[in-house]
């Protein structure tokens, strides 16, 4: 049987829009399309999640990744595939 992908959740509220969302979420596809992180990952977008002033955030396996850390967040999924 094929293993699950695993998610990642990011947020898509107003302030973490205003705090450029959009970039954080297209470095995060971006690393998430090379190797070895290809196909084990899945993003979701979901709404305020009241972390705004951090933002923007995302959450990944319970484990809340502030100011759009890229570097953060893929060390998180490496340290998982391991
Ligand atoms: S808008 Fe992203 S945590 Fe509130």
Do not use: E, H
């Amino acid at each position: 049987m094929k293993p699950r992908k695993k998610y990642i959740f990011i947020c898509n509220g107003k302030d973490c829009k205003k705090n450029d969302n959009k970039s954080f979420s297209s470095l995060l596809k971006q690393a998430m399309n090379r190797a070895p992180l290809k196909g084990n990952f899945k993003l979701v977008k979901t709404k305020c999640m009241d972390c705004c002033k951090s933002g923007p955030i995302a959450v990944y396996n319970n484990q809340l990744v502030k100011k759009g850390d890229t570097d953060q967040i893929v060390q998180f999924l490496m340290k998982d595939l391991l």
